[in-house]
């Protein structure tokens, strides 16, 4: 008993001591690991103007870039900006260094990449306090701007060069006629400093073009004048990132307003620009500028001592031009630079169909003398459908006089109706004035009477000859209310006489169509006398036939509904057609003229059954300007 307890006791001591061993093994593994992983490399980028800011934010986007296709390891990248870079507020520097020094001091970043000259002024002024020690890279930023003198081991330079004088000669190249060049500029610090520098650079200028600066111009003002820029005008963009009212601006925003407005060209020194509103020219290339920086960081990231990396300053890429910006303002292809490249240039159709219109060619010459044939084929169609519309034109003439002999006792009625109320009234004027003491007002009454009802007969009269003259189709301007209007009347004795209630409603606003007046009419009128025929066995209450215009979309139109019993299902779509009839006595002609004259009016009409009853038909005319 008492040695297995001791066994036992050994035994649980060889397994403490066997835990421990593979505790240590697990930890002396899991550090090897972490040492063997340290993690990606970080990579600050500061900016100057924030990280959306032209043309900073594209020379960043390229650095990413490049970075992540080109390293080794795994890049993480931080993003910074110096929200006071825009105001000079200096004194927001301690805070925004006390901010990065607090967010870095466990951590700090592998490598900066100061964006622009204000960032890399930033880092330079307060090296001691944040990032004493890490390598940086200043990128983005002309020569003359950087600090070499400030410079450490840990700092490597990809500037750039600016040649101003060569940018504007440019100008005059692309356009020999320019008097003016307008430069727009803010006025932070570096756009004071290229406004000094410009202004020195350019001063040679002076006798060949006219320099006009607008640095001192709120932003609203300057776009103001830019819609009225004097003719053979060019616009030199600098940059926009605080106007001379103190506003900030996002620079690539600015240079958007300010093309919406300017009725000049404009030209830049970046290409971070190019593609939207600048005409284009010899200008930085930020693809290229970026690739450089990230081929210096890669170099850093890997070991590379910064301050032992010379890069030579980058100059104007080849020049590029936007096509469309050189057709909106008329530059010609010969004035550009030599080793120019045009953009967006839209394919000529040759270009763009060259095999489709070889085939094309080759087609027509092989079918060249089946060409007179057709040719000579479609004339004589031609006569035939001109003939065609002259048949159908007697034939519509015809089929007014056939309704016009329908109107007869409606016309009649209308006319003996005046006649004789002229003839009532003659006869009490002659007896007025036989007696001693005629009443002079009251005979004055009954001229004014008579002198109505002549012209009421007259009207009749000029309707019905306007009905039933022979004139030629002719489209002109005219109110299709007005022509509902006239044919309502005309037709409201016809109503009357076939114990029928004609209703007119007229829409409020005009429908102005081009049409033949006559011919329209008849379309109507060939529409209510087929209503009131419909409506020959329906009780006399609802004998109803109602016309009304209105204006759908960019049509105008016209409805003839009626209440009697509709259109067979089966024979919608045969109403339209020549001879077709439901009329015992009809020769089914009325609505195949109607549909004629209505497509010659480049029309539709077309015809349905009512939901309670009787038929309606609509017409449909476009509407003219």
Same mark, same amino acid.
């Given at each position: ?14 397994w403490?001591?066997? /835990? ?9 593994t ?6 063997a992983?340290?993690?990606?490399? =970080? %990579? ?18 390229a650095?990413? !870039?490049?970075?992540?296709l080109?390293?080794?390891?795994? %890049? ?23 901010? $990065? ?9 592998d ?13 330079q002024?307060?090296?001691? $306090? ?15 701007? %950087? ?34 060049? /307008?430069?727009?500029n ?8 290229? !406004?000094?520098?410009?202004? =020195? ?6 006798? =060949? ?23 053979? !005008? ?20 600015? $240079?958007?307003?300010? /093309?919406?407005? *300017? ?11 190019? #593609? ?23 170099? +850093? $990231?890997?070991g590379?001592? /910064? ?7 980058i ?44 085939? +094309? ?42 309704? *016009?002999?329908?109107l007869?006792?409606? +016309?009649a ?6 006649l ?39 009207e ?9 003259k022979r ?12 022509? *509902? ?10 109503? %009357? ?6 209703? #007119?409603?007229? !829409? ?42 209105? =204006? ?61 009853? #009787? *038929? ?10």
């Amino acid at each position: 008993m008492q040695f297995w307890l001791v066994a036992l006791s050994w035994r649980s001591c060889t397994w403490t001591f066997a /835990a421990a061993l593979a505790v240590a093994f697990l930890l002396a593994t899991l550090g090897q690991s972490q040492a063997a992983d340290p993690g990606p490399k =970080r %990579v600050l980028m500061l900016h100057s103007f924030g990280p959306r800011s032209k043309p900073w934010s594209d020379y960043a986007q390229a650095i990413r !870039t490049e970075i992540d296709l080109h390293s080794q390891s795994s %890049v993480e990248f931080l993003e910074h900006s110096l929200v006071n870079a825009g105001q000079s507020q200096e004194k927001l520097e301690g805070a925004v260094v006390e901010y $990065l020094s607090t967010l870095y001091t466990d951590h700090p970043p592998d490598l900066i990449v100061a964006l622009g000259a204000p960032a890399a002024s930033f880092i330079q002024r307060h090296r001691q $306090l944040i990032f004493p020690m890490v390598p940086m890279i200043i990128t983005a930023v002309d020569q003359r701007l %950087v600090q070499y003198e400030k410079l450490t081991d840990n700092d490597a330079v990809v500037s750039a060069t600016n040649d101003v004088p060569f940018l504007f000669e440019n100008i005059m190249r692309v356009l020999p006629d320019t008097k003016t060049i /307008a430069i727009v500029n803010g006025t932070s610090q570096i756009e004071r400093f290229w !406004t000094e520098e410009m202004r =020195r650079e350019l001063a040679p200028l002076a006798g =060949r073009v006219e320099l006009k600066w607008y640095d001192e111009l709120p932003f609203d003002e300057l776009l103001k004048k830019a819609e009225h820029l004097p003719p053979h !005008t060019a616009i030199f963009f600098v940059l926009m990132n605080v106007d001379a009212a103190g506003i900030t601006h996002e620079t690539g925003n600015a $240079l958007n307003k300010l /093309a919406a407005s *300017a009725s000049a060209p404009i030209f830049s020194f970046d290409g971070s620009f190019f #593609g939207e509103n600048v005409v284009g020219g010899p200008m930085f290339s930020p693809l290229e500028g970026g690739r450089i920086a990230a081929a210096v960081a890669i170099r +850093i $990231l890997e070991g590379e001592k /910064a301050g032992n990396i010379k890069t030579p300053a980058i100059e104007y890429a080849s020049p590029k031009f936007d096509w469309r910006q050189m057709q909106r303002f008329g530059i010609s292809d010969s004035n550009l630079p030599i080793g120019s490249t045009v953009y967006f240039r839209q394919p000529t159709v040759w270009e763009r169909y060259r095999w489709q219109i070889a085939s +094309i060619v080759a087609v027509l010459l092989i079918q060249i003398g089946f060409i007179s044939v057709l040719l000579r084929e479609h004339r004589r169609r031609q006569l035939a459908e001109v003939q065609a519309r002259q048949r159908m034109a007697e034939l519509a003439h015809v089929n007014r006089f056939s309704t *016009a002999g329908e109107l007869t006792a409606s +016309i009649a009625h209308e006319i003996n109706q005046p006649l004789g109320s002229i003839l009532t009234n003659a006869e009490t004027a002659k007896v007025i004035l036989q007696s001693p003491s005629p009443d002079i007002s009251e005979l004055n009454e009954i001229v004014d009477d008579i002198l109505n009802d002549d012209r009421r007969a007259n009207e009749v009269i000029r309707s019905m000859r306007s009905l039933l003259k022979r004139a030629p189709f002719e489209l002109k301007r005219l109110d299709l209310n007005d022509v *509902a209007r006239e044919t309502i009347e005309f037709l409201s004795a016809l109503a %009357v006489a076939r114990k029928a209630e004609l209703i #007119g409603v007229i !829409t409020p606003g005009a429908l102005p169509v081009l049409g033949d007046r006559i011919q329209l009419q008849q379309v109507i009128l060939n529409l209510v006398v087929n209503g009131i025929d419909a409506m020959k066995d329906m009780p006399s209450e609802n004998r109803i036939i109602s016309i009304r215009t209105s =204006r759908v979309e960019s049509f105008a139109q016209l409805s003839v509904s009626d209440h009697g019993p509709g259109i067979p299902e089966d024979k919608l779509e045969r109403v339209f057609a020549p001879f077709y009839t439901s009329k015992a006595e009809g020769m089914g002609m009325g609505l195949s003229i109607a549909r004629t004259i209505i497509v010659a009016h480049k029309g539709l009409i077309s015809a349905r059954n009512r939901d309670h009853g #009787g *038929a309606s038909f609509r017409i449909r005319l476009p509407l003219v300007s």
